[in-house]
């Protein structure tokens, strides 16, 4: 007998429905699974095998077919182990013909039946939801991040005797239905709580507070030097606190990848903070963009619409760093491999920290004794093409004790953010009608349409081309940064002022490439 | 001895290493010439010479007759054209091969020599120096070396003047290659000297002999800037060892790249206060000796062509202010000035500046430092950190 149940694939964040087709005939028993599955949608067999015996189910002592359709499409992960069972319960008539068939399924299986959490339930509910498929049962852990798509109704099951009992008879045994108000969650995120670090925390600095600022009004990647223990990672970790509050279509996205990556908690079934990734240097090419024999999103995608710090910059392989080249351009990673070839979504703030020479010291020669080979041979490590795409540059000094305990002039998180995001809302005016969002984004032939000066800053900065000896790459830097300065002075022209301070955190290339 | 008919022979003895000082020219002497000593049995070569050096000496009979590489020519001590100045130190080397000229023995020679890693303050002092003297007409040798080294000998060539490096390895060798700049302009305007053959590899054993003729080819020897553990420090030893007097260029004592120099000091070195005073002061070593006092004969011919100037007392006071032209430049806005007056050549990044003003905002002094940039009187020392820079 023939049976259809519905569950879901995942593609990169989004998801694909798939239609899983029981058919059981007389022959000789056996288990056979068809339509392109993976190793671990192979072993399913065997679980669902168990399962079914261990919850008092009789398996057919016949010739079962399973077929995952569109069947041209690897199948892969653990969640098609529930909608199989359901499916040989229907072809065996335990549960009545045609009602699972409205219904999307997914959840691992143990071997005594219970139902375990899988990963990707978010985007593939939400994929249910615009199929108009009206109903979708998933594991319990996962209930929670299913249930904030709206228009679906998700029900949560621990047990597969309880999904029968809940088929068998829909006026009956009730699978219990779990809403969740997605505005309750952004009220209460709303930066409120008292663990978050704050820019309070942070005494002197001032350099790498305005370049925070700064990098996160405009969306500029911002590079801090400095001596070891100077706090490069503690002005990196407040970053996210000055990012405007995730909206919600950015919430989902975010969740979505959150969701895939399997990184998604019981309790947290909405990402509604911005994120802070911190991969350690040794992190492979693979882990840091994503990829893998069982595609998962990497560290670039998990930092989407938030921070990615790369502490120890220079210490990151090569090939690493070059990655981070197109990314950084596209906003996104296409992943392409023998057998699959996706794009997950990496919109992310590049940060960076790096110490100014192999010791730590340079330029204190009291201290440094790097030799100008050895400081060469460290900073070309960070190639051109990535200095290039690195906005704000900042030298970052050791504060002296007496200074720490100054309270007066710290500046507050709250306070920094307001002025981010009074500089967002001129830009989002300023691109309404262009395919930009932020002032980083300004490519080389758009400058001058907005970045326009009058003849005095006109003649000013160019200057400073000459006297700077400036490459075009850098001039069109400074022009996109004081572009964002004059933003968060509200001023709808760039002055000379602002000029001044963006060319204030170009690279020195006499530092970075002659010395 | 023949000399032209010498040359030959000396030139395959000084490619033998070990014998291209004071062994050199005790066998030389021992048997007359050098061209007695290839023509003599390896037998009977004096017991004192090693296994090794001997096979060497064999080995160097087949060099005998090859050409010098193009521009390259080599003097030995008996020759008129060898520098006066180091036929007199101890070991003097018995050949040398040069590219380009020799220093002048009618002019003043100095050495500049310091540390390789230098501060912001080094760099300024030995450029200062190097243009001060190069433009005075005053011969500034040094090891071409990275650092003080090469900074002097930079600033006295584009000043006008003439500068002479000495490698460790043969003068056909451009080492550090990073000073390739530097070491075509000394062929033209100056000399590379070594007492190596050509070809000969900068190795680090040979640095050390190298230095004995920094010192002795100069009247006197400037140690910029040296740490209490310094290769300098060698330099130093040979050079008193020459009679040379010793100038050090005295440092803050939280300096560690000043710590050599303030101890030379201790140990009765001069002071180096200004290159003025120290011009006076060394054109009155070079006229002693040039009277025979120190019993090296001097040539004196076209005495003029140094600009010597003598100084009263009341100048010397004045110039003992040295570099620290203190007097802030004209027509600066009042942000300028403040931040200058912080400034001086340790390095100080933005963020220290604002500690010290801090009635100054972030984007101010950011601002202010920029513009202080473009106007030349401040220099980037490395991503975020200024100093000042003297005119």
């Given at each position: 007998?023939?049976?259809?149940t519905?569950?879901?694939?995942?593609?990169?964040?989004?998801?694909?429905?798939?239609?899983?087709?029981?058919?059981?005939?007389?022959g000789l028993?056996?288990?056979?699974?068809?339509?392109?599955?993976?190793?671990?949608?192979?072993?399913?067999r065997?679980?669902?095998?168990?399962?079914?015996?261990?919850?008092?189910y009789?398996v057919?002592?016949?010739r079962?077919?399973?077929?995952?359709?569109?069947?041209?499409?690897?199948?892969?992960?653990?969640?098609?182990?529930?909608?199989?069972?359901?499916?040989?319960?229907?072809?065996?008539?335990?549960?009545?013909?045609?009602?699972?068939?409205?219904?999307?399924?997914?959840?691992?299986l143990?071997?005594?039946?219970?139902?375990?959490?899988?990963?990707?339930?978010?985007?593939?509910?939400s994929?249910?939801?615009?199929?108009?498929?009206?109903?979708?049962?998933?594991?319990?852990?996962?209930?929670?991040?299913?249930?904030?798509?709206?228009?679906i109704?998700v029900?949560?099951?621990s047990?597969?005797?309880?999904?029968?009992?809940?088929?068998?008879?829909?006026?009956?045994?009730?699978?219990?239905?779990t809403?969740?108000?997605?505005?309750e969650?952004?009220?209460?995120?709303?930066?409120?709580?008292?663990?978050?670090?704050?820019?309070?925390?942070?005494?002197?600095?001032?350099?790498?507070?305005?370049a925070?600022?700064?990098?996160?009004?405009?969306?500029?990647?911002?590079?801090?030097?400095?001596?070891?223990?100077?706090?490069?990672?503690?002005?990196?970790?407040?970053i996210?606190?000055i990012?405007?509050?995730?909206?919600?279509?950015?919430?989902?996205?975010?969740?979505?990848?959150?969701s895939?990556?399997?990184?998604?908690?019981?309790?947290?079934?909405?990402?509604?903070?911005?994120?802070?990734?911190?991969?350690?240097?040794s992190?492979?090419?693979?882990?840091?963009?994503?990829?893998?024999?069982?595609?998962?999103?990497?560290a670039?995608?998990?930092?989407?619409r938030?921070?990615?710090?790369?502490?120890?910059?220079?210490?990151?392989?090569?090939?690493?760093?070059?990655?981070?080249?197109?990314?950084?351009?596209?906003?996104r990673?296409?992943?392409?491999?023998?057998?699959?070839?996706?794009?997950?979504?990496?919109?992310?703030?590049m940060?960076?920290?790096?110490?100014p020479?192999?010791?730590?010291?340079?330029?204190?020669?009291?201290?440094?004794?790097?030799?100008?080979?050895?400081?060469?041979?460290?900073?070309?490590?960070?190639?051109?093409?990535?200095?290039?795409?690195?906005?704000?540059?900042v030298?970052?000094?050791?504060?002296s004790?007496?200074?720490?305990?100054?309270?007066?002039?710290?500046?507050?998180?709250?306070?920094?953010?307001?002025?981010?995001?009074?500089?967002?809302?001129?830009q989002?005016?300023?691109?309404?009608?262009?395919?930009?969002?932020?002032?980083?984004?300004?490519?080389g032939?758009?400058?001058?349409?907005?970045?326009?000066?009058?003849?005095?800053?006109?003649?000013?900065?160019?200057?400073?081309?000459?006297?700077l000896?400036l490459?075009?790459?850098?001039?069109?830097?400074?022009?996109?940064?004081?572009?964002?300065?004059?933003?968060?002075?509200?001023?709808?022209?760039?002055?000379?002022?602002h000029?001044?301070?963006?060319?204030?955190?170009r690279?020195?290339?006499?530092?970075?490439r002659?010395? | 001895?023949d000399i032209?008919q010498?040359?030959?022979?000396?030139?395959?003895?000084?490619s033998?290493?070990?014998?291209?000082?004071?062994?050199?020219?005790?066998?030389?002497?021992?048997?007359?010439?050098?061209?007695?000593i290839f023509?003599?049995?390896?037998?009977?070569?004096?017991?004192?010479?090693?296994?090794?050096?001997?096979?060497?000496?064999?080995k160097?009979?087949?060099s005998?007759?090859?050409?010098?590489?193009?521009?390259?020519?080599f003097?030995?001590?008996?020759?008129?054209?060898?520098?006066?100045?180091?036929r007199?130190?101890?070991?003097?080397?018995?050949?040398?091969?040069?590219?380009?000229?020799l220093?002048?023995?009618?002019?003043p020679?100095?050495?500049?020599?310091?540390?390789?890693?230098?501060?912001?303050?080094?760099?300024?002092?030995?450029?200062a120096?190097?243009?001060?003297?190069?433009?005075?007409?005053?011969?500034?040798?040094?090891?071409?070396?990275?650092g003080?080294?090469?900074?002097?000998?930079?600033?006295?060539?584009?000043?006008?003047?003439?500068?002479?490096?000495?490698?460790?390895?043969?003068?056909?060798?451009?080492?550090?290659?990073?000073?390739?700049?530097?070491?075509?302009?000394?062929?033209?305007?100056g000399g590379?000297?070594?007492?190596?053959?050509p070809?000969?590899?900068?190795?680090?054993?040979?640095?050390?002999?190298?230095?004995?003729i920094?010192?002795g080819?100069?009247?006197?020897?400037?140690?910029?800037?040296a740490?209490?553990?310094?290769?300098?420090?060698?330099?130093?030893?040979?050079?008193?060892?020459?009679?040379?007097?010793?100038?050090?260029?005295?440092?803050?004592?939280?300096?560690?790249?000043?710590?050599g120099?303030?101890?030379?000091?201790?140990q009765?070195?001069?002071?180096f206060?200004?290159?003025?005073?120290?011009?006076?002061?060394?054109?009155?070593?070079?006229?002693?000796?040039?009277?025979?006092?120190?019993?090296?004969?001097?040539?004196?011919?076209?005495e003029?062509?140094?600009?010597h100037?003598?100084?009263?007392?009341?100048?010397?006071?004045?110039?003992?202010?040295?570099?620290?032209n203190?007097?802030?430049?004209?027509?600066?806005?009042?942000?300028?000035e403040?931040?200058?007056?912080?400034l001086?050549l340790s390095?100080?990044?933005?963020?220290?500046?604002?500690i010290k003003?801090?009635?100054?905002?972030?984007?101010?002094?950011?601002?202010?430092?920029m513009q202080?940039?473009i106007d030349?009187?401040?220099?980037q020392v490395?991503?975020?950190?200024?100093?000042?820079?003297?005119?």
């Amino acid at each position: 007998m023939y049976s259809k149940t519905i569950s879901g694939a995942l593609l990169g964040v989004n998801a694909l429905i798939i239609n899983v087709e029981v058919d059981i005939s007389s022959g000789l028993p056996m288990f056979s699974m068809v339509g392109c599955p993976g190793s671990e949608v192979k072993e399913s067999r065997e679980r669902v095998w168990s399962a079914l015996k261990n919850a008092g189910y009789p398996v057919p002592v016949a010739r079962i077919t399973v077929n995952l359709s569109p069947a041209d499409i690897h199948k892969e992960g653990t969640a098609y182990d529930l909608p199989i069972a359901i499916g040989i319960l229907e072809s065996s008539g335990v549960i009545p013909p045609g009602c699972a068939d409205r219904i999307l399924i997914i959840g691992e299986l143990g071997l005594n039946g219970e139902i375990k959490p899988v990963r990707g339930v978010l985007p593939i509910v939400s994929k249910a939801a615009k199929s108009n498929i009206k109903e979708c049962i998933v594991p319990t852990e996962n209930v929670r991040e299913g249930a904030v798509i709206p228009g679906i109704t998700v029900r949560g099951a621990s047990r597969l005797t309880d999904v029968v009992e809940f088929l068998r008879s829909p006026s009956g045994k009730d699978l219990p239905v779990t809403r969740i108000d997605v505005k309750e969650f952004f009220e209460e995120s709303e930066y409120s709580s008292v663990d978050m670090p704050d820019f309070s925390d942070v005494s002197g600095q001032e350099s790498a507070k305005r370049a925070a600022v700064i990098s996160a009004a405009g969306f500029h990647s911002m590079l801090m030097t400095g001596p070891p223990g100077v706090g490069k990672s503690l002005i990196a970790k407040r970053i996210p606190t000055i990012l405007p509050p995730l909206s919600l279509d950015e919430s989902l996205e975010v969740t979505a990848i959150y969701s895939v990556a399997g990184k998604l908690s019981e309790d947290t079934p909405l990402i509604t903070k911005r994120g802070f990734q911190s991969p350690h240097h040794s992190i492979t090419l693979p882990a840091l963009l994503g990829g893998g024999q069982h595609p998962k999103p990497g560290a670039i995608s998990l930092a989407h619409r938030s921070v990615l710090f790369l502490d120890e910059f220079t210490e990151f392989d090569k090939r690493v760093m070059e990655s981070l080249r197109q990314p950084l351009e596209e906003h996104r990673i296409n992943i392409s491999r023998a057998n699959y070839s996706l794009s997950y979504p990496a919109d992310f703030l590049m940060i960076c920290a790096m110490n100014p020479c192999p010791c730590g010291y340079y330029p204190d020669r009291n201290k440094c004794t790097c030799s100008e080979p050895v400081l060469k041979r460290y900073l070309s490590k960070i190639s051109g093409p990535i200095l290039d795409r690195i906005d704000l540059c900042v030298e970052m000094s050791r504060v002296s004790l007496n200074d720490m305990s100054n309270k007066a002039g710290r500046i507050s998180s709250r306070k920094m953010r307001s002025q981010v995001m009074a500089a967002r809302e001129i830009q989002k005016k300023r691109y309404a009608s262009s395919a930009y969002r932020f002032n980083s984004e300004i490519s080389g032939s758009d400058i001058d349409k907005y970045c326009r000066l009058d003849s005095d800053e006109k003649n000013f900065i160019e200057n400073l081309y000459e006297t700077l000896s400036l490459s075009l790459r850098s001039y069109h830097r400074i022009l996109r940064v004081s572009r964002t300065i004059a933003d968060l002075d509200s001023s709808e022209k760039i002055l000379k002022k602002h000029i001044l301070e963006a060319a204030g955190f170009r690279p020195n290339l006499e530092y970075w490439r002659n010395l | 001895m023949d000399i032209s008919q010498e040359k030959d022979y000396i030139r395959a003895l000084c490619s033998v290493k070990g014998l291209n000082g004071r062994l050199g020219k005790e066998l030389t002497d021992h048997f007359g010439s050098a061209s007695a000593i290839f023509s003599t049995d390896p037998k009977e070569l004096p017991d004192l010479l090693s296994p090794g050096l001997v096979k060497k000496i064999i080995k160097a009979k087949d060099s005998l007759g090859t050409a010098l590489p193009e521009d390259m020519h080599f003097t030995t001590i008996y020759e008129l054209d060898y520098p006066i100045r180091l036929r007199a130190i101890p070991g003097a080397p018995l050949g040398i091969w040069y590219i380009g000229n020799l220093p002048a023995d009618d002019m003043p020679a100095v050495a500049i020599i310091g540390a390789r890693q230098c501060s912001p303050y080094g760099e300024t002092i030995s450029k200062a120096v190097g243009t001060y003297l190069g433009r005075a007409g005053v011969q500034v040798v040094s090891g071409m070396a990275r650092g003080i080294d090469g900074i002097s000998q930079k600033a006295a060539l584009e000043s006008g003047g003439s500068s002479y490096a000495v490698l460790g390895s043969g003068a056909d060798v451009c080492y550090p290659p990073s000073n390739k700049g530097l070491y075509e302009q000394l062929k033209e305007r100056g000399g590379i000297i070594s007492e190596y053959p050509p070809g000969e590899k900068a190795l680090s054993i040979n640095f050390p002999p190298r230095n004995r003729i920094v010192s002795g080819l100069s009247d006197a020897v400037i140690v910029v800037e040296a740490r209490q553990k310094s290769g300098t420090l060698i330099t130093v030893d040979t050079a008193l060892e020459q009679g040379r007097e010793i100038y050090a260029v005295p440092g803050k004592i939280t300096d560690r790249l000043s710590d050599g120099c303030n101890s030379l000091i201790g140990q009765g070195a001069n002071v180096f206060l200004s290159p003025e005073i120290f011009l006076c002061e060394l054109m009155e070593i070079f006229e002693s000796k040039k009277n025979g006092e120190s019993g090296i004969f001097i040539p004196s011919k076209d005495e003029k062509r140094i600009r010597h100037r003598t100084f009263s007392e009341d100048t010397k006071q004045k110039h003992r202010n040295f570099a620290g032209n203190d007097d802030l430049p004209q027509g600066l806005s009042k942000d300028e000035e403040d931040i200058l007056k912080n400034l001086s050549l340790s390095p100080m990044t933005t963020d220290e500046l604002c500690i010290k003003l801090p009635e100054c905002s972030y984007p101010q002094i950011s601002m202010t430092l920029m513009q202080l940039l473009i106007d030349g009187h401040v220099k980037q020392v490395s991503q975020g950190a200024f100093v000042r820079t003297y005119k």
